[in-house]
Protein backbone atom coordinates (compact mmCIF):
# COMPACT_ATOMS: atom_id res chain seq x y z
CA UNK A 1 0.00 0.00 0.00
CA UNK A 2 1.42 3.41 -1.05
CA UNK A 3 1.46 6.35 1.29
CA UNK A 4 2.90 10.13 1.10
CA UNK A 5 2.62 11.80 4.23
CA UNK A 6 3.13 15.43 4.09
CA UNK A 7 4.39 17.88 7.24
CA UNK A 8 5.85 21.03 7.73
CA UNK A 9 3.18 23.57 6.70
CA UNK A 10 1.29 25.61 9.42
CA UNK A 11 0.84 29.37 9.74
CA UNK A 12 3.59 31.79 8.55
CA UNK A 13 4.48 35.86 8.18
CA UNK A 14 5.27 37.15 5.06
CA UNK A 15 8.89 36.82 4.66
CA UNK A 16 9.38 33.61 6.25
CA UNK A 17 10.40 30.47 5.74
CA UNK A 18 8.87 26.98 5.91
CA UNK A 19 9.91 23.22 4.51
CA UNK A 20 7.53 20.84 3.60
CA UNK A 21 8.33 17.54 4.05
CA UNK A 22 7.07 14.18 2.46
CA UNK A 23 7.57 10.45 3.47
CA UNK A 24 6.76 7.82 0.81
CA UNK A 25 6.26 4.27 1.70
CA UNK A 26 5.33 1.43 -0.66
CA UNK A 27 6.77 2.63 -3.56
CA UNK A 28 10.29 2.28 -4.81
CA UNK A 29 11.22 5.71 -4.40
CA UNK A 30 14.08 6.07 -6.03
CA UNK A 31 12.08 5.22 -9.26
CA UNK A 32 10.08 8.07 -8.91
CA UNK A 33 9.84 11.65 -9.91
CA UNK A 34 8.57 13.43 -7.03
CA UNK A 35 6.75 17.05 -7.33
CA UNK A 36 4.79 19.31 -5.00
CA UNK A 37 1.85 21.15 -6.34
CA UNK A 38 -0.81 22.91 -4.35
CA UNK A 39 -4.56 24.53 -4.02
CA UNK A 40 -5.69 27.63 -2.98
CA UNK A 41 -9.61 27.96 -2.54
CA UNK A 42 -11.95 27.85 -4.60
CA UNK A 43 -8.60 27.61 -7.68
CA UNK A 44 -7.20 24.45 -9.13
CA UNK A 45 -4.55 22.60 -8.34
CA UNK A 46 -0.82 23.86 -9.88
CA UNK A 47 2.68 22.67 -9.96
CA UNK A 48 4.92 24.08 -7.77
CA UNK A 49 8.25 21.72 -8.43
CA UNK A 50 8.99 18.59 -9.92
CA UNK A 51 12.28 16.44 -9.43
CA UNK A 52 12.72 13.91 -11.29
CA UNK A 53 15.09 10.30 -10.74
CA UNK A 54 17.66 11.85 -12.05
CA UNK A 55 17.95 14.36 -9.26
CA UNK A 56 16.53 17.60 -12.71
CA UNK A 57 14.58 19.74 -10.84
CA UNK A 58 11.57 21.95 -12.53
CA UNK A 59 9.92 24.81 -11.25
CA UNK A 60 6.64 27.32 -11.94
CA UNK A 61 7.55 30.65 -12.31
CA UNK A 62 6.06 31.93 -8.98
CA UNK A 63 8.36 29.22 -7.15
CA UNK A 64 11.54 29.93 -8.82
CA UNK A 65 14.04 31.90 -6.90
CA UNK A 66 12.16 31.02 -3.55
CA UNK A 67 11.85 27.56 -3.29
CA UNK A 68 13.67 24.67 -3.55
CA UNK A 69 12.92 21.16 -4.38
CA UNK A 70 15.21 18.33 -2.72
CA UNK A 71 14.91 14.81 -2.22
CA UNK A 72 16.74 11.90 -0.13
CA UNK A 73 16.78 8.73 -1.83
CA UNK A 74 17.72 7.19 2.05
CA UNK A 75 15.39 8.49 4.02
CA UNK A 76 12.32 8.36 1.34
CA UNK A 77 11.76 11.69 1.43
CA UNK A 78 11.42 14.81 -0.88
CA UNK A 79 11.53 18.32 0.59
CA UNK A 80 10.20 22.00 -0.38
CA UNK A 81 12.12 24.46 1.38
CA UNK A 82 10.12 27.67 0.54
CA UNK A 83 11.45 31.03 1.40
CA UNK A 84 10.32 34.77 1.41
CA UNK A 85 7.08 33.66 1.30
CA UNK A 86 4.10 35.64 0.02
CA UNK A 87 0.24 35.69 0.87
CA UNK A 88 -0.45 34.44 -2.40
CA UNK A 89 1.62 30.94 -1.16
CA UNK A 90 -1.19 30.77 0.85
CA UNK A 91 -2.84 26.63 -0.15
CA UNK A 92 -2.66 22.82 0.56
CA UNK A 93 0.51 21.65 -0.78
CA UNK A 94 0.15 18.03 -2.07
CA UNK A 95 3.47 15.84 -2.82
CA UNK A 96 3.08 13.88 -5.46
CA UNK A 97 4.74 10.48 -6.90
CA UNK A 98 4.66 9.42 -10.00
CA UNK A 99 7.00 6.26 -12.00
CA UNK A 100 4.37 5.84 -15.06
CA UNK A 101 1.07 7.13 -15.94
CA UNK A 102 -0.20 4.09 -14.02
CA UNK A 103 1.71 4.69 -11.10
CA UNK A 104 1.15 8.17 -10.17
CA UNK A 105 0.04 8.64 -6.25
CA UNK A 106 -1.03 11.59 -4.02
CA UNK A 107 -0.60 12.72 -0.56
CA UNK A 108 -3.59 13.92 1.85
CA UNK A 109 -1.97 17.37 1.92
CA UNK A 110 -0.12 19.90 4.23
CA UNK A 111 -1.75 23.12 4.89
CA UNK A 112 0.43 26.50 3.89
CA UNK A 113 -1.16 30.01 5.06
CA UNK A 114 0.63 32.98 4.96
CA UNK A 115 -0.68 36.24 6.85
CA UNK A 116 0.27 38.75 9.10
Known amino acids: QVHLVESGGGLMQPGGSLRLSCVAS????????MGWYRQAPGKQRELVATISSGDSTNYADSAKGRFTISRDNAKNTVYLQMSSLKTEDTAAYYC??????????WGQGTQVTVSS
Open 26 to 33: GISFSNYN
Open 96 to 105: NAKWVSTLNY
